[in-house]
């Protein structure tokens, strides 16, 4: 942990492959060598649970996802998320996949000094990224959207021949960073003193207690309490994930949502359900995929007292249309 507090601000990669024989594709990567990539990263999996479609993994830092043809790997705090580029490649390649997409983000840490190389600074993370990946894919693009706030989202993408970039599937990503929780309801992710339970038995109770089951009641949730404090889960539904973090502690509080929607309308209400989890003084809204996505969501925190404070849109190959929107309550 950063001598000033945890990092709650999480790195995001997603790496797309093609080229899977048999229907499992990267899913038979042996658990060990999976445990071995999460060394180099500097995290451990704390909870696992997997479905037909995919496995889902909760982390001492956040979230692993396998499907047969991609990988979402998103790590908070202090970890070196970068350095399980090569190795992911080289595993995909013993199982007969070739990388054809990488998808970078994170937004702004709260304490950057505290970030080791090569996630000091965007440009570091870039060309490490251009060094470690394979010269096959070509088509890159990096970019930082701004906002009005000192939020900014980070965004790196690649991929190589044109006919690997992005495909609309009808899907969007939708990923909310909220910080400046209510203190109240931050407290719902403390745990008591000397609870003596497990931290997945402490985690199911904050998951019902903070409302975060109702979020999406079809999802199989695996969820894990830290301790003294902080949270996390990974929800499955078919062949869709959801994911929630939260970092309580006063002064650097942070909670995050990601998950995949398919309309606005289902997200919408997904949307609001976490932002009364949370109620944060400031948040961003980035949606990946579909350029329509990013409509509707100022409409949806209006009534929960959230007012718009920028919007950014751009493109990117593998990754199509990214919207970053800010909010803040309007007590501030
Ligand atoms: C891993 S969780 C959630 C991470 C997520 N990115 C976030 O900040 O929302 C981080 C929270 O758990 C707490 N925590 C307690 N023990 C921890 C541990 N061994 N590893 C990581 N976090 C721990 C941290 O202080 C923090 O409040």
């Known amino acids: ?49 997997g479905n037909t479609h995919f496995d889902s993994y909760v982390l001492s830092e956040s979230s692993l996802f396998v499907y047969p043809t991609k990988i979402i790997i998103k790590t908070c705090g202090t970890t070196q998320l970068l350095k399980s580029v090569r190795p992911l490649v080289d595993h995909a390649s013993t199982l007969g996949l070739t990388i054809r997409g990488c998808r970078y983000t994170r937004g702004t840490f709260i304490f950057p000094a505290a970030q080791p190389y090569p996630h000091s600074t965007f440009k570091h993370e870039v060309l490490y990224l251009e060094e470690t990946l394979p010269k096959t894919l070509s088509i890159k693009k990096a970019a930082v959207m701004t906002s009005k706030s000192l939020h900014k989202w980070h965004v790196f993408t690649a991929c190589g021949y044109a006919a690997d970039n992005y495909k609309d599937d009808g899907l969007f990503t939708l990923e909310i960073c ?115 996505a990013w409509r509707g969501v100022a409409k949806a925190l209006e009534p929960l007292g959230l007012r718009v404070r920028s919007r950014a849109a751009d493109e990117f190959p593998d990754a199509g249309t990214v919207v970053f929107q800010t909010f803040t309550t309007r007590r501030k």
């Not at 038979?28 to 445990?35: G, I, Q, T, V």
């Not at 062949?239 to 919408?268: I, L």
């Open 178 to 292: 909220m910080t400046d929780l209510d203190r109240l309801l931050a407290s719902n992710f403390f745990r008591r003193f000397n609870d003596a339970r497990t931290g997945d038995l402490a985690g199911t109770e904050m998951t019902d207690v903070a409302g975060i089951r109702s979020v999406n009641r079809n999802a199989l949730v695996c969820d894990y309490a830290f301790d003294p404090c902080g949270y996390s889960m990974n929800g499955i539904d078919g062949s869709r994930y959801s994911t929630v973090h939260v970092t309580p502690e006063d002064g650097f509080s942070y909670a995050s949502f990601e998950s995949v929607y398919g309309s606005r309308e289902e997200f919408v209400e997904a949307l609001q359900k976490v932002v009364k989890v949370f109620r944060p003084g400031e948040m961003s809204v980035s949606t990946t995929g579909r350029e329509e």
């Open 1 to 49: 942990m950063a001598v000033s507090g945890f990092e709650g601000f999480e790195k995001r990669l997603e790496l797309r492959f093609s080229g899977a024989p048999g229907k499992k594709g990267l899913r038979r990567l042996d658990f060990s060598k999976l445990e071995k990539v999460l060394h180099a990263v500097q995290c451990t999996v704390v909870s696992a649970v």
